[in-house]
């Protein structure tokens, strides 16, 4: 990746986790981008900050307790204060793709219990239209093939995702069918759709859920609300 978008995605991270403050209950994103959130909000934790957090994947977890971020379980509390995630696509209307590291499910969840919702993206992230990225869907595996037949009835082309030649296997067990969209033009009436669904456990479009996307931009950052 051209190294202005690694620190565009660094900027956009840092920014975020200036906002967090003290005794704040902190929802800990997954990915390249909400990486550099979570060694920032490590750095915080050192120099004192008191927070704690709630990992939206094992990968996440493993790294935050490695850094020292003392983590809570998120059937302990009814609200997180603030999330801060990175995205696969973002429009200026906050709609979200997310799980292009498999990680939607766990995220889709934190977003949900989370007040203050806090996108973090590099500009290639930034489209008119979502749907260039495949749409990750979580699926059981039993209901996989079934699940691409309704797919391609919605108007997307979906195929299961791999790893090493074996299909990749998410934290909770499930697989991940990528389903080519092209153009998503109505977030909203696909995810309806693709929540009525048997056998779709959930699927990486994210709308409603986030309060402000901070993108790196030339050297700062530039922010959607
Ligand atoms: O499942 C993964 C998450 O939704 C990530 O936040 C998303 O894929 C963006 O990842 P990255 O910051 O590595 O581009």
């Known amino acids: ?3 202005d978008l690694i620190a565009e995605k660094r900027i956009a991270a840092e920014a975020a986790v200036a906002m967090v403050k003290d005794a704040q209950v902190v929802g800990l ?20 900050l008191q927070i704690k957090g709630i990992p939206t994947s094992d990968n996440t977890a493993q790294m935050a307790r490695q850094l020292g971020i003392p983590l809570i379980d998120i059937n302990s509390i009814d609200t997180i ?8 696509e973002f429009t200026e209307q906050l709609h979200l793709i997310k799980g292009g590291g ?17 996108i973090i993206a590099d500009s290639s992230k930034h489209v008119a239209f979502l749907g260039k990225f495949k749409l990750p869907v ?33 934290d909770e067990g ?10 998503i033009s109505d977030p909203v009436a696909l995810s ?21 996307v901070i993108m790196g931009h030339e050297g700062g950052v530039k922010i959607f609300r």
């Not at 059981?140 to 037949?149: E, G, T």
Request: overall charge neutral; hydrophobic content about 45%; charged content about 20%.
């Open 29 to 48: 994103g997954t990915g390249s981008t909400a990486e550099f959130a979570v060694k920032a909000i490590a750095e915080r934790v050192k120099q004192g």
């Open 138 to 170: 979580e699926v059981i595996p039993f209901a996989s093939r079934y699940v691409m037949a309704q797919l391609a009835k919605l108007g997307g082309d979906g195929v299961v995702r791999q790893v090493n030649g074996q299909p990749f296997i998410t």
């Open 192 to 212: 309806d759709a693709l929540n009525g669904i048997v056998g779709v456990v959930e699927h990486g479009l994210f709308t409603g859920l986030a309060q402000q």
């Open 1 to 3: 990746m051209a190294t």
């Open 174 to 183: 499930n697989v991940i069918i990528d389903a080519d969209f092209k153009k």
């Open 81 to 88: 204060d603030i999330t801060i995630d990175g995205a696969d």
């Open 102 to 118: 498999g990680a939607l499910l766990k995220e889709k969840i934190v977003a949900s219990k989370t007040t203050q919702q806090i």
